[in-house]
């Protein structure tokens, strides 16, 4: 029997587990992080965590694998790598809190007024010391307005009003508690956690290893219902694959050798050889994950303004209350107005809304990093676009292949080395010349290690001699290649508006790969939302020619232009527009499109770009589809729309409860009720989020 050194099995029977963890109890771990990530996995029905007890309760299938995968995962699972938040504990305490005030005010009745002031006493002392604990903290928060309309309704010797106000205040802060979770909850539907086993190739057999332990360039099998441990490269094999948990496309696509495939998604028919290409926290599932993990953890501008007005609003609340005190003095109407306040909507209500939003857009098949890039995106004036990839289709077609020196490098010959190279590159131009010598069936020509030469190209070796691959600037300013010979042949092929791949031989030109790319059926309709909802400037960058670049941006009825440009000089137009005061969002795809897109005010990468655009960005498009720009947006718009609506809501309506309270018209126990059923009720508004349009 396998001897586990942290998850320790205390109860079990048939399809049930119980097991002990004991960091579990330590106070900022999410359990319901941990519930998720259990339950997501293969077998499992249900996943519950008792911090109390230190203990995770698990229903699953049965199965004997699945038992031994979900208590694998339990030992190597390490808090480090869970999400911290006091929410969960505090909706434990609140829960507990708010309970023993209701038990009490029911058994109220039954009790002397000596016992009933005892246990009111008891029961509100660890709210009258949070306030005064605050208070010595340095801080005046929402729990000393608290202390003191409970203290006072207390010293009074009221104690169903204490009891009361107690129970409704602790009632509205798990109410608030769990809404804020759910809200963390919806993010967290969205993520993958690796298979925590796979098949790795070893001398010819199969061997089950532990995920997490898989090495770059190892070899794994994965069969029907498997799900692919590694963002790897097909060996052999054919099968559709589910890809929908990572780009959002319900339709599984067909993989089959040299194709690339992502961790994380699903193998429905067929089996696959599959070598790692990137493994562990490199992978496309481990990325996602910590992505939405930053989005719960990074707070906007908005959010802290929020805070700090709901914090400044806590002097007024206590103004008032003297003031009425001063005038009436009353300290029935004075607990009224203490229990009345504008924190709790002011602070949770914009966190909400943001997370919100960023659920709805993930499910759409936008991810977006935090509610600092919504606000951001909400405010901007001007959009600019990389072409090639963005508003075209980044699948290619090969059109034309041209060799200049047929007799050593016949058509065929040249596409196969270009293809052996380009193989290495997840460029739309590399995966349309890779497709294409597939589809001709052409040979693998073998090389040296590729070098990757940063918004340029692709620098390899074969029998001995020096092949580069990349644009004719790369070729001819850095290469030393002397393309004017051939300027003909090359006129030619961009008369026909292709995009053209440039490949060397010991700086010796080669030949010619003529490419052309679809503009993507959305991006009319992209721009005409982004025009109609407000942005004023639209841009193309390019290194197409300018006659080509012009007649696209005429399709879709963008003015600005700027064509002919090299790969560095995105970042600099990018920059230069900014200085013209203007809030600029880029969206791009490619490795040279990097610097621009962290550059831009908002960064916006496309699904199959580059890893280190993707990484570079603030929003990353999982669906191959750019109207998720427009709607991206739009949602950040009507965010913040909703944000500033709920303020005014807040504020409009705890106005009117400040009065209703220092005119002796409500009772402390209606002022509490009143003002968490606002909070409540902003809440469940930004909850909701913006509407569908």
């Known amino acids: 029997m396998k001897v586990y050194k942290q998850a320790k099995i205390v109860h079990e029977t048939l399809k049930r587990l119980r097991v002990r963890i004991d960091w579990l109890q330590r106070k900022l771990i999410d359990a319901s992080h941990i519930s998720t990530l259990v339950e997501r996995m293969e077998g499992i029905e249900s996943a519950r965590v008792n911090k109390g007890a230190k203990s995770v309760v698990i229903r699953y299938d049965g199965k004997p694998e699945t038992r031994l995968a979900v208590l694998d995962f339990l030992d190597r699972l390490e808090p480090t790598n869970l999400s911290y938040v006091q929410q969960s504990n505090s909706e434990e305490k609140?829960?507990?809190?708010?309970?023993?005030?209701?038990?009490?005010?029911?058994?109220?009745?039954?009790?002397?007024?000596?016992?009933?002031?005892?246990?009111?006493?008891?029961l509100v002392a660890p709210t009258i010391w949070e306030g005064i604990d605050s208070l010595f903290s340095g801080s005046v928060k929402v729990e000393l307005l608290d202390a003191i309309a409970i203290g006072v309704a207390t010293s009074r010797g009221d104690a169903i009003t204490a009891l009361s106000t107690n129970f409704f205040i602790h009632l509205g802060e798990l109410l608030e508690a769990k809404t804020n979770n759910n809200s963390n909850a919806l993010l967290r539907q969205l993520l993958h956690p690796a298979?925590?086993?796979?098949?790795?190739?070893?001398?010819?057999?199969?061997?089950?290893?532990?995920?997490?332990?898989?090495?770059?360039?190892?070899?794994?099998?994965?069969?029907?219902?498997?799900?692919?441990?590694?963002?790897?490269?097909?060996?052999?094999?054919?099968?559709?694959?589910?890809?929908?948990?990572?780009?959002?496309?319900?339709?599984?696509?067909?993989?089959?050798?040299?194709?690339?495939?992502?961790?994380?998604?699903?193998?429905?028919?067929?089996?696959?050889?599959?070598?790692?290409?990137?493994?562990g926290d490199d992978t496309t599932t481990a990325r996602i994950s910590r992505f939405i993990q930053d989005s719960l953890e990074n707070k906007s501008e908005t959010q802290k303004k929020a805070e700090k007005k709901a914090n400044q609003r806590i002097l007024i609340t206590l103004g008032l209350g003297a003031l009425t005190f001063l005038l009436t003095r009353d300290f029935t109407r004075v607990a009224s107005v203490f229990l009345v306040d504008y924190s709790c909507a002011l602070k949770l209500s914009t966190p909400v809304a943001m997370k919100s939003t960023m659920y709805k857009c993930a499910k759409n098949g936008i991810l977006v990093k935090g509610g600092q890039v919504i606000e951001t995106f909400a405010d901007i004036d001007t959009v600019v676009f990389d072409k090639t990839g963005t508003l075209t289709h980044g699948e290619l077609d090969v059109i034309e292949v041209e060799s200049v020196q047929p007799e050593e490098w016949p058509k065929d010959r040249l596409l196969a080395l270009v293809a052996s190279i380009e193989e290495h590159s997840t460029h739309p131009v590399a995966n349309a010349v890779v497709t294409n010598a597939k589809a001709h069936e052409l040979?693998?020509?073998?090389?040296?290690?590729?070098?990757?030469?940063?918004?340029?190209?692709?620098?390899?070796?074969?029998?001995?001699?020096?092949?580069?691959?990349?644009?004719?600037?790369?070729?001819?300013?850095?290469?030393?290649?002397?393309?004017?010979?051939?300027?003909?042949?090359?006129?030619?092929?961009?008369?026909?508006?292709?995009?053209?791949?440039?490949?060397?031989?010991?700086?010796?030109?080669?030949?010619?790969?003529?490419?052309?790319?679809?503009?993507?059926?959305?991006?009319?309709?992209?721009?005409?939302?982004?025009?109609?909802?407000?942005?004023?400037?639209?841009?193309?960058?390019?290194?197409?020619?300018?006659?080509?670049?012009?007649?696209?941006?005429?399709?879709?009825?963008?003015?600005?232009?700027?064509?002919?440009?090299?790969?560095?000089?995105?970042?600099?137009?990018?920059?230069?527009?900014?200085?013209?005061?203007?809030?600029?969002?880029?969206?791009?795809?490619?490795?040279?499109?990097?610097?621009?897109?962290?550059?831009?005010?908002?960064?916006?990468?496309?699904?199959?770009?580059?890893?280190?655009?993707?990484?570079?960005?603030?929003?990353?498009?999982?669906?191959?589809?750019?109207?998720?720009?427009?709607?991206?947006?739009?949602?950040?718009?009507?965010?913040?729309?909703?944000?500033?609506?709920?303020?005014?809501?807040?504020?409009?309506?705890?106005?009117?409860?400040?009065?209703?309270?220092?005119?002796?018209?409500?009772?402390?126990?209606?002022?509490?009720?009143?003002?968490?059923?606002?909070?409540?009720?902003?809440?469940?508004?930004?909850?909701?989020?913006?509407?569908?349009?």
């Open 443 to 693: 040979p693998h020509i073998n090389h040296s290690e590729v070098n990757f030469i940063v918004a340029h190209g692709m620098v390899s070796e074969v029998n001995g001699k020096r092949v580069v691959i990349g644009s004719r600037h790369f070729l001819e300013e850095h290469e030393n290649v002397d393309i004017a010979p051939y300027e003909e042949l090359i006129i030619r092929l961009e008369n026909k508006g292709l995009i053209l791949l440039y490949t060397s031989m010991d700086s010796v030109l080669t030949g010619v790969i003529g490419l052309r790319d679809q503009l993507r059926e959305d991006a009319k309709s992209m721009i005409d939302r982004l025009y109609a909802n407000g942005v004023a400037r639209i841009a193309i960058l390019t290194g197409d020619r300018a006659r080509k670049a012009h007649a696209l941006a005429e399709q879709l009825g963008i003015k600005e232009v700027y064509a002919d440009l090299r790969p560095e000089e995105k970042a600099a137009i990018v920059q230069q527009i900014k200085d013209q005061g203007r809030k600029l969002a880029f969206v791009g795809d490619g490795v040279n499109d990097a610097p621009a897109l962290v550059n831009a005010d908002v960064g916006i990468a496309m699904p199959q770009g580059a890893d280190l655009a993707r990484a570079s960005a603030d929003i990353v498009l999982t669906d191959d589809n750019i109207s998720g720009v427009a709607e991206a947006y739009e949602k950040s718009r009507d965010t913040m729309k909703l944000i500033q609506s709920n303020f005014k809501w807040a504020v409009g309506i705890n106005s009117g409860l400040f009065v209703g309270a220092s005119m002796g018209w409500t009772s402390p126990v209606v002022s509490s009720l009143l003002h968490n059923g606002t909070t409540l009720g902003v809440l469940a508004r930004a909850l909701s989020g913006v509407r569908e349009r």
């Open 195 to 279: 298979p925590t086993s796979a098949w790795k190739e070893q001398n010819g057999e199969l061997t089950k290893v532990a995920a997490d332990q898989l090495k770059l360039n190892d070899v794994v099998a994965v069969n029907p219902g498997d799900t692919i441990p590694v963002d790897g490269q097909v060996l052999s094999g054919t099968a559709q694959v589910n890809e929908s948990s990572v780009t959002g496309e319900s339709v599984p696509v067909n993989k089959e050798a040299h194709m690339r495939v992502l961790s994380g998604t699903i193998v429905e028919e067929g089996t696959l050889r599959i070598r790692a290409v990137k493994v």
């Open 94 to 122: 609140h829960f507990f809190h708010a309970s023993l005030n209701g038990l009490a005010l029911a058994a109220s009745p039954f009790l002397t007024p000596g016992q009933r002031l005892a246990l009111a006493g008891a």
